[in-house]
Structures are given as C-alpha cells and as structure tokens.
C-alpha cells in the first residue's frame, strides 16, 4: 500500500481532503484517491 507523504489536495473520487498518511491508490493518469 502507498502512504500519502504530504497533504495533497483532494480525492478524485470522494472529494474529500487527502491528508499526510492517508493509503492511497494512483489511477493511470496518475491522480490519486483514497483506497
């Protein structure tokens, strides 16, 4: 699993803050969401 390292805007999909340690996935365009 990939841990966010820094806080990094919002969720692709929820739109909900991504925040410092959050898991995370990467989408092929490379944005990323919550997982």
Request: proline share 3%.
């Amino acid at each position: 699993d990939n841990v966010l390292a820094r806080d990094a805007g919002e969720c692709v999909i929820c739109l909900e803050e991504l925040q410092q340690g959050d898991t995370i996935a990467r989408l092929p365009c490379l944005c990323i969401y919550h997982k």
